[in-house]
């Protein structure tokens, strides 16, 4: 198995992006920032949103969300190809991705229920109560316990873009190729996460007030709902991008040793 370089990864995607930026700016516009304003425009968070409106535009969310990562992941692992045809490869894998993406969050809720129940009587968190929003010290905990799954996992988006089989084959072939890369997969997954929370809470706080006092609280439909999720949604686009890209390199470079016919190289 091929040692993962991640400041290789860095310099591919540099130069991926210098050279198709103008694609992954296409999908990034149709598959994150279109869908992200709309939602954001309709239903912007507020205390007075439905349980149920939340959790259909959650559902919605994840959704594209999920083809827009395997479509970037197309457009950076090669050959060469056109944006729809690399949307279209998107949403013909989504429901693999979205199988794989299911089975993660059993795993995780299977890693979880013991792990908090052992923590909770030795009193390191609070046992979240029936009825009640679960503590900050759960919340924490199922951060942590997600990123060090996920670290693992997020290879299965590339492998999806590039490579064929069901849920449970992306899950195997992910867990296969970062064996031997955990923490460096861990690494990056943190420098990612903690970039984008740190840029869009400072988006939302600063831009978000700056907004709310010059056009008026971000009520749905309103010119200010408008323009703080459009700044919102062009923050998250930019990390999509650079996520998917460096994930991509990442992924070739694992399979470097393991090259199966079906996966396709760029030669970058």
């Known amino acids: 198995m091929s040692k993962l370089s991640v400041s290789r990864a860095w310099d591919e ?23 992200q304003t709309v939602i954001g425009l309709v239903a912007p968070a507020s205390p007075g949103a439905t349980p149920g409106t939340t959790m259909a535009l959650f559902a919605v969310t994840i959704v594209i969300g999920l083809i827009a990562q395997i479509a970037l992941n197309r ?10 045809a690399a949307i279209g490869r998107g ?20 890693v979880l229920i013991p792990v908090v129940l052992v923590l909770a009587a030795l009193g390191a968190v609070t046992e979240p109560g029936v009825g009640h929003e679960a ?22 988006i590339p492998v999806a873009a590039a490579e064929g089989g ?18 460096r997969l861990l690494g990056f997954v943190l420098l990612v996460f903690i970039g984008l929370i740190v840029v869009v809470l400072a988006g939302q706080l600063g831009i978000g007030s700056i907004v709310a006092l010059t056009l008026g609280p971000p009520d749905p439909m309103s010119l200010s709902a408008l323009v ?5 949604a062009l923050i998250q ?16 470079q694992l399979a470097e040793s393991s090259v199966q016919p079906s996966v396709p190289k760029s030669g970058i």
């Open 13 to 35: 995607s540099r130069m991926i992006l210098a050279r198709d930026g103008r694609l992954f700016a296409a999908v990034a516009l149709a598959l994150v920032v279109l869908p």
């Open 75 to 84: 457009l950076a692992i090669g050959p060469s190809t056109t944006v729809g």
């Open 91 to 110: 949403v013909a894998r989504m429901p693999a991705m979205l199988g794989a993406f299911i089975l993660l969050m059993i795993v995780l809720f299977l």
């Open 135 to 156: 503590p900050p010290s759960v919340i924490a905990l199922i951060l942590l316990v997600a990123a060090f799954c996920y670290a693992i996992f997020q290879l299965t």
């Open 166 to 183: 069901g849920p449970v084959h992306l899950m195997a072939r992910s867990w296969r190729l970062a064996r031997g890369s955990y923490f």
């Open 228 to 232: 703080i999720s459009l700044v919102v």
């Open 237 to 252: 686009a930019f990390f999509t991008v650079l996520f998917a890209v460096m994930l991509a390199r990442i992924y070739l």
